[in-house]
């Protein structure tokens, strides 16, 4: 059998590591060049019956607003901005963490959109958000928007996904649970949702992020839309309580059944 001799190996050897610069160079690249994903985490979480950055977030004239306990927290997610780059690297160290989530990057943020332009759509989407709580709020207690006006302010969180705490924060300044207690029951409830005029919850994103970010802050109940009990139930911490919802007469009537001890719905 033929044996290579020592200077072939050598030619050999000095031809693979040749080879190989080029390869190690192009592997190097791959991991920190940027991909089209986002990676997002729990955020912050904001109790729309108190004041945020200095300044109360739900605001009634034309009617009296009622003195509230408890709280209504609605949640958020954070994600890293569309002109931030997101390499290989970043992607492989949070794929298998439970507080983090790899997603396609068009999946969260307007195709071909800045960092402002982002921002400045998120916050268009709140400002319709508040619109929609406030008129799905004052249908529900048949009061006039003519007589009663109500202003919303959470500072620099875009999104429309607050719109479901919004408005059971207004119900909840203005009649409490009808019967002259408080809609929370003196309770740290959490939840999220989109609301449309008529009532209507809607789905949102980041779900399983969210639930994180509600126990972490203390809730004990957090409302989810429900066609997203299975996402919440993945992420849920243990202790939290999720309760599904469709309208915001069915989120009335939940908050209602947990302060009185009766009978509600969970996922």
Request: charged share 20%; net charge neutral; with cysteine.
């Amino acid at each position: 059998m033929p044996v290579a001799s020592p200077s072939t190996w050598s030619r050999r050897a000095r031809t693979l590591a040749v080879c190989a610069v080029p390869v190690l160079a192009l592997l190097a690249t791959a991991v920190f060049a940027p991909l089209p994903f986002t990676v997002a985490r729990p955020g912050w979480t904001v109790n729309v019956l108190g004041d945020h950055q200095g300044k109360p977030v739900i605001t009634v004239s034309g009617a009296e607003a009622r003195p509230t306990s408890g709280q209504l927290r609605m949640v958020s997610i954070i994600a890293t901005g569309p002109e931030a780059d997101v390499t290989l690297a970043d992607v492989a160290s949070d794929w298998f963490r439970t507080d983090r989530v790899v997603m396609p990057h068009d999946s969260v943020f307007p195709p071909g959109k800045t960092d402002r332009e982002t921002e400045e759509h998120n916050v268009e989407e709140m400002k319709k958000s508040q619109d929609s709580a406030v008129r799905a709020a004052l249908r529900y207690l048949h009061r006039s928007p003519s007589d009663v006006k109500v202003s919303l302010s959470l500072g620099d969180i875009g999104g429309p996904s607050a719109g479901l705490m919004f408005t059971l924060g207004i119900v909840d300044k203005l009649d409490g649970d009808g019967r002259g207690g408080d809609l929370t029951g003196g309770r740290k409830i959490a939840g999220t949702g989109t609301i449309d005029p008529d009532g209507a919850v809607g789905a949102v994103g980041g779900v399983g992020l969210k639930v994180q970010a509600a126990g972490r802050d203390g809730a004990g109940v957090f409302l989810v839309p429900k066609g997203q009990c299975s996402e919440a139930s993945a992420g849920a911490p243990s202790g939290l309580r999720l309760v599904p919802v469709t309208d915001l007469k069915g989120a009335v009537e939940a908050l209602r059944a947990l302060a009185s001890g009766g009978r509600v719905p969970s996922c």
